[in-house]
Each structure stands twice: as structure tokens, then as C-alpha cells.
């Protein structure tokens, strides 16, 4: 089968508006890609309410995406998740499910997905009477809605199971009883996800996509959910794709990345995910810059006569100020770094010639950021800087802290003094409920639990 790759909307949180999955259908056509997945997890008639049809008018915003995806030469698959309270062994259920993926087969879609993920994994007493597992209850419903939509001249399922990482498969796909049902039961053809090792993977092998191979008999489709964050809203990522073997490419039978709920935030990301997939030599560096030259032209300015957009060194920036999930961006790391050297003692000799000019970079790179957060609060796209204003304002007030306080040093304080003055406190300064939670049990740098109390 052709290889497919593509984005798929399938994050927690509020879904995109129609004119956000067009614009996202002109990103998969310019990265190189074929697919948009509609599977976003607060459609209630999707997940919650799967039983209940859609109404004539969200069956047209339906329509128009699917015809938007044929303009570009896209395919467009839909999803269903019947199985948050669904009775496996009820037959009514299974009709219910054909008249749900009938909606979807009057649109003229051919691709679908059956979700089973972030759900109970247990089964209900009727279902336990008539299935052996879990898995193969699962796979009864799957192959059954698969067999139904052949007849409809359906071309691809994708099964994304409850187990779709190696870490939910008990850390050992090869050993998972429910992964090992999966492929021994589920039809041949039905193409199951996969996120890696991990929810949101730092690494993905091809070494371990091999050894998956042999379990599901059949190489799996990459849930990418590099970066994603859904998971945590104070977190957003617009840097490359990393992370990947270039020979996990030849292991895979499709990718498709799960993005940020923000979709201003998944031009570079979209971009680099096409760039690996096409590219043998994918380097991330050149993709980045390549992806923000491409991007650009959305930073225009408002009021300007002359379309003036940023420049590209601060798009450049605003990437590397919000890089990947688990590794800051190239100069955020450098400055983090010279910070960390400053700090190493807790009184240091600031007249040292090396203490003084990593002030003065620290000094530069904050007052950089205040110029970009500046010049964004003029762009013409308000919905660009709104996706980005929390991060940068909160990145801005901790680097105008950081400079303080090396100010303050450099000052030549007392050994008992104490920064910043009695009654104030950095504006980033966390307080409330969800803060004193965490002070009983804080973290430590790998997100360990330490005991406090």
C-alpha cells in the first residue's frame, strides 16, 4: 500500500474551525504529505456521544473539508472512538457503529480510523461471557467495521490501540499478550498506530519498530506525538521534528503527526515532518531555517504600507524560544548555559573579565526577546500573537528577572542580603492552588517526586 503521512487533529482541548483545517490542508500539501485525519477528541459525537449521528448542517462543514482535501489532492480520513462505554458483544452496538462510518461513506471518504485509546482497558461482564481478551473484543469490532467498509469501496483503516506505546505495553511490546492478540486476530489490512516508547517519544529506533513489526505482523503506522501539548497548555513547540531515525522510514507503514491544539504554532513543525519524510539526509537545522523563510510572510506587520513582516532572525528566535518537548532551541541553550556558569558559585568575583561578558550576552539575548514580544503585539495575524503571547511574556519576565539579579550581584551585596526587595516578586512567580500543590511534592530536573513535607 502507499505509504501515507499526513497530520492528524486527534488532541484533547478545543478543535480547530473550519478555516484552520483548510489552512492546515495547504501546510500537509506544501510539506509533501497526503492526509488529514479529523479526529479531534472534544467532537462529542465522536468519542462521548459516538452513538449519535451528526445533523445536516455539521454533515456540510464535513462536506466542505472533504472537498477542500480533494482540491489539494489530499485524502481526508475521519475517526470514530466508540469504546469509551461501548458493549462489545451487543450487536446493536455494531449497528450503531455502521451507521455512524455511513455518514462518513456518504461523504465520499474512503480512509477511517477506529480509535481505542485513553480508554478503560477492562471488559464488562457480558462482553467477558463471549470474548477471550480485551484485544480480541476489540478486534471483533474492527474487523467487522472493516468488512463493511470494503464493501463501501473503503481503502484504509487505521486501529489505534490501547496499548500505543511500549511503556503502556508493560515496557516490552514483544512480550504484550494485548499487542500479540493484535496481530494475530486483527485483519491483515488494517494498518495499527503507534507512538513509540513512550506517549510523547524522545527517540523512535528502528531497531524497536522492527521488533514491534514482529508482534503486530505488519509494520505500524507513527502516531507522532512529538509535539504535542495537550498534555500541558503551559507548553508550546514550534521548533523541527528530532528524535528519528532516518531508517525508521523503511520500518513504517505511515506517519502521521498529532500537533499543537495551537495552529499557528505548527507551521515549522508540519513543515519538518515532510521534510524528514522525503529526505534522507534530513538535517534539522537546515529544515528549521528553510521552514522559517517559508513562514515568514505571516508575520506581517499591521499599519505597514509596505507589508514589512519580522525579521527573519526573529522568527528564528521565536522558534528557538519555544524548540522541541525535551531540548531547548541553539542559542536559548547557549544562554542557559552561560547563566548556569555565572551561577555556579553563590557569591562570585563579578569583576572577572569572562563573569562580565556572560552578563552582557545575557543582557543581549533579553533584550532581544523584549523586541520580539514588542514587535509581534503589532502584527496584522492577531491570532499568531495570541498563540504565542503567554509563552513569550513568560519567557521575558524570567529573563528580566535573570538580568536583575545578576545586576544585583554585580552590585557587590552583602553576604545576608536577600533579592529581590522586601514585597516583590518576579511577575512569573507561580502562586495559587496548583502551586502549592506542587511545593509539597516538588520535582526534581528528570521530573522526580521528592517527598518535602
Known amino acids: 500500500m502507499t505509504m501515507i503521512s499526513g497530520v492528524i487533529e486527534g488532541f484533547y482541548g478545543r478543535p480547530w474551525s473550519e478555516a484552520q483545517r483548510i489552512e ?4 500537509i500539501k506544501a510539506a509533501g504529505m497526503n492526509l ?19 445533523t445536516d448542517a455539521e454533515m456540510a462543514a464535513l462536506a466542505r473539508l472533504v472537498a477542500a482535501a480533494k482540491q489539494r489532492g489530499l485524502a481526508m480520513m475521519a475517526a470514530l472512538a466508540p469504546c469509551l462505554d461501548i458493549t462489545y458483544s451487543d ?7 455502521m451507521r455512524r462510518l455511513d455518514q462518513f461513506v456518504s461523504l465520499g471518504l474512503t480512509h477511517f480510523a477506529i480509535l481505542y485509546d485513553d480508554i478503560p482497558s477492562r471488559l464488562k461482564p457480558e462482553d467477558a461471557a463471549q470474548f477471550p ?29 490501547t496499548e500505543y ?54 509494520k505500524p503506522v507513527i502516531w507522532e506525538n512529538f509535539h504535542a501539548n495537550d498534555y500541558d497548555i503551559r507548553r508550546t513547540h514550534t521548533g523541527p521534528l528530532g528524535g528519528r531515525e532516518s531508517a525508521i522510514r523503511d520500518e513504517i507503514a505511515g506517519f502521521i503527526t498529532n500537533p499543537n491544539n495551537e495552529l499557528e504554532a505548527n507551521f515549522v513543525p508540519v513543515a519538518t515532518t515532510g521534510a524528514f519524510l522525503k529526505n534522507a539526509a534530513y538535517d534539522e537545522n537546515t529544515e528549521t531555517d528553510a521552514a522559517a523563510r517559508a513562514w515568514q510572510d505571516r ?155
Open 24 to 27: 492546515m490542508m495547504d501546510w
Open 36 to 54: 488529514y485525519v479529523y479526529a479531534p477528541k472534544d467532537d462529542v459525537k465522536l468519542r462521548a456521544r459516538w452513538r449519535e449521528p451528526y
Open 91 to 97: 450487536p446493536a452496538e455494531l449497528a450503531h457503529l
Open 133 to 161: 481478551s480485551f484485544a480480541s473484543a476489540q478486534c471483533h469490532i474492527a474487523n467487522a467495521a472493516w468488512a463493511y467498509l470494503c464493501a463501501k469501496n473503503g481503502t484504509r483503516l487505521f486501529f489505534c490501540p
Open 165 to 218: 506505546c511500549g511503556r503502556m505495553a508493560g515496557g516490552d511490546p514483544e512480550r504484550s499478550a494485548y499487542l500479540q492478540t493484535l496481530g494475530a486476530e486483527l485483519c491483515d489490512n488494517i494498518d495499527i498506530c503507534w507512538t513509540g516508547p513512550e506517549i510523547i517519544s524522545p527517540e523512535i529506533t528502528a531497531d524497536s519498530l522492527q521488533n514491534l513489526t514482529k508482534v503486530l505482523r505488519r
Open 299 to 453: 508575520f506581517r506587520l499591521a499599519y505597514s504600507p509596505d507589508g514589512e513582516t519580522l525579521k527573519l532572525d526573529e522568527v528564528a528566535l521565536l522558534i528557538d524560544l519555544l524548540y522541541q518537548p525535551f531540548r531547548a532551541g541553539p542559542q536559548s541553550a547557549a544562554i542557559v548555559a552561560t547563566a548556569r556558569a555565572l551561577l555556579t558559585e553563590a557569591w562570585p568575583n563579578t569583576e572577572v573579565r569572562a563573569w562580565r561578558e556572560g552578563q552582557a550576552r545575557i543582557r543581549a539575548y533579553h533584550e532581544r526577546v523584549v523586541s520580539l514580544f514588542d514587535r509581534m503585539t503589532e502584527l496584522e495575524n492577531r491570532d499568531l500573537f495570541y498563540t504565542f503571547q503567554p509563552h513569550l511574556w513568560e519567557v521575558r519576565d524570567e529573563l528580566h528577572t535573570l538580568t536583575q539579579y545578576l545586576d544585583w550581584l554585580a552590585s557587590g551585596p552583602s553576604a545576608n542580603s536577600v533579592f529581590p526587595e522586601a514585597g516583590r516578586l518576579p511577575n512569573t512567580y507561580r502562586q495559587g492552588l496548583a502551586a502549592e500543590l506542587q511545593a509539597l511534592l516538588p520535582r526534581d530536573r528528570d521530573g522526580n517526586l521528592n517527598h518535602a513535607i
